[in-house]
């Protein structure tokens, strides 16, 4: 059973820095995508930067140029970086797993296992 349990989150002010880190645990091989998704009282989960086994890391428009995701296949931990932070990013950011080939960015629904989450709140 996989899971992954997030970390890092808290409140900044606007222009500062926070890491976000998610340990995953009961992956059973390596076929598999990765991605941190955020989600703002009222309004869907959105994805902000993905693994998806392919290419380069994928990235929402909104944070291209200040997030990066990353991993660390022995510490089978995944972060994401997050610099210049704005207040629109506030929301609670969970990491998330899928099938290798089945999860795409646009569809929340087509991952399989998430976090429980963490807060991120920047003040102006």
């Known amino acids: 059973q996989v899971q992954l349990v997030e970390s890092g989150g808290g409140s900044v002010q606007a222009g500062g820095s926070l890491r976000l880190s998610c340990a995953a645990s009961g992956f059973t091989d390596s076929n598999f995508c990765m991605a941190w998704f955020r989600q703002i009282s009222g309004t869907e989960r959105e994805a902000v930067a993905a693994?998806?086994?392919?290419?380069?890391?994928w990235y929402a428009d909104s944070v291209k140029g200040r997030f990066t995701i990353s991993q660390d296949v022995a510490k089978k931990t995944l972060y994401l970086q997050m610099n210049n932070l704005k207040p629109e990013d506030t929301g609670t950011y969970y990491c998330t797993e899928g099938a290798l080939g089945e999860c795409t960015a646009r569809d929340a629904r087509s991952w399989l296992n998430w976090g429980q989450g963490t807060r991120v709140t920047v003040s102006s």
């Open positions: 693994l998806l086994g392919i290419g380069r890391p």
